[in-house]
């Protein structure tokens, strides 16, 4: 890792009851990524809604074509350097996961900003490909910020 300090910001999505990829970060070969942070908010507005399911997981098997590339942004605008991995949202259908690292559920009222602990990040291997996906039990507006070192 070269301690290359990146945001990608998808922003807002829909969320509804059918689990949905929103966004996904796959590792350049022979290269690590480490996730440090995630946050997510919504825009919800009645209190007796339900939590929005968060998961993190391993990609197994990505979905083909319908995705939109996601710019990785540099959080100290004086490196120079350039993003080399593949950051993806806006799936068209669903890839396939394998293991779930991480789940959260937030209600669409709230936040969740979430630094991961130093010693604690989730490394992503040179070539594997990390997902975000989400679910609620009834429509929600939510955004997304994950904090990526490359």
Known sequence: MS???L???VGEV????????????????NQRLKIR?????????TNTDTPV?????????????????????PLDGDLAETPQGVYKTTYASEPTYGTILRTWEIHPQAALIYPFPQGMEII?????????RMTSNQAETM????????
Request: proline share 3%; hydrophobic share 45%; net charge negative.
């Open 3 to 5: 301690a290359l300090p």
């Open 7 to 9: 945001q990608c910001n």
């Open 14 to 29: 829909a969320v509804t009851s059918v689990t949905k990829t929103f966004f996904t970060v796959k590792a350049p070969a």
């Open 37 to 45: 942070g995630l946050e997510v908010s919504g825009k919800g507005t």
């Open 53 to 73: 399911k968060i998961e993190l997981g391993i990609v197994t098997a990505d979905a083909v074509g319908g995705t939109t590339s996601v710019t990785a942004s």
């Open 124 to 132: 992503v291997k040179g070539g594997v490909e990390l997902g975000l």
């Open 143 to 150: 955004a997304l910020v994950l904090i990526i070192e490359e």
